[in-house]
């Protein structure tokens, strides 16, 4: 009787984990196949793109999608705009993020808690309710239409600071102490203690910002008004008229402009994956 118990539980337990496989393939699936369609409609034809039923496979791939696409406009001035701005947020959050959450960490002073509630309580704002205010600011200051717009607005993160602080927490205090009693300073404590076992923190707020910041148009939109300045996003609208969307092109360039986030995605992959474990386990 036993016997049979233990073997049918055994059945469930199986079933249980081939119901599992298939309901993960199934999300999988249906997560992969928009992007699916996006490669597949930037080698189509326009007149294979609405057809019913609708037909997955071009009949000819239209490798000429991705020249002409780049010939529309100047695509590598785009690309060099957005990776400079996307790299620059990058590199001040990590630094100035990593500095404030340090602080909120390991170092005491009146208030502290009470300022970090309110520097949390800034993740609450809407970004539509600080968008005009900041635009008047940069406005004042002469830099709309200029790189200052799109960097420096970026270079402080409240989500950034609240990552990197719940990792500094699950680092042991014993290591900061005993480099204090060789001489060592907050600063240097931090750079060469506290950041390099942060590297999967790190490595998951770097592909946050980086992903953010390419991906980004309504920032961009607001502050930028000439061509040599457009981001990528930006660039990709002038595929869509009143009238007329070149939706072949649109898709070719869309495919391009997903390279450079996979590419930090997966060279980081690792760390990001250590860094969504570990970041959060301890208060």
């Not at 490798?63 to 780049?70: G, K």
Request: proline share 5%.
């Amino acid at each position: 009787m036993n016997s049979l118990t233990t073997q049918h539980k055994k059945v469930i337990r199986h079933g249980l984990r081939v119901v599992d496989h298939v309901l993960f393939y199934t999300l999988a699936l249906l997560t992969v196949a928009p992007f699916v369609w996006m490669i597949l409609t930037s080698f189509k034809d326009m007149s294979e793109i609405f057809v019913y039923p609708p037909k997955w496979l071009p009949s000819r791939l239209h490798f000429e999608n991705y020249e002409r696409a780049f010939q529309a406009a100047p695509f590598g001035r785009y690309y060099l705009n957005s990776l400079f701005v996307a790299f620059s947020v990058t590199l001040g959050q990590l630094i100035t993020c990593s500095m404030a959450a340090y602080a909120f960490a390991r170092m005491k002073f009146p208030g502290r808690d009470l300022l970090f509630y309110i520097f949390l309580g800034t993740m609450m704002i809407p970004f539509h309710v600080t968008m005009i205010p900041s635009f008047i600011i940069l406005h004042t200051l002469g830099w709309i239409d200029h790189y200052q717009a799109l960097i420096v607005p970026g270079l402080a993160s409240a989500f950034g600071t609240f990552l990197l602080r719940q990792f500094f927490l699950t680092i042991p205090k014993e290591l900061e102490e005993a480099a204090s009693l060789d001489g060592a300073g907050r600063f240097r404590i931090l750079w060469q203690i506290i950041i390099p076992l942060a590297k999967p923190a790190l490595a998951t707020l770097a592909i946050f910002t980086f992903m953010g910041v390419f991906n980004d148009f309504i920032w961009a939109l607001v502050v930028i008004n000439s061509e040599e300045m457009r981001t990528v996003q930006l660039g990709l609208a002038i595929f869509r008229d009143r009238h007329v969307t070149e939706w072949e092109l649109l898709m070719a360039g869309s495919v391009t402009a997903t390279l450079p986030i996979l590419i930090v995605f997966f060279s980081a992959q690792k760390y990001f994956i250590k860094g969504i474990a570990l970041s959060g386990l301890k208060e």
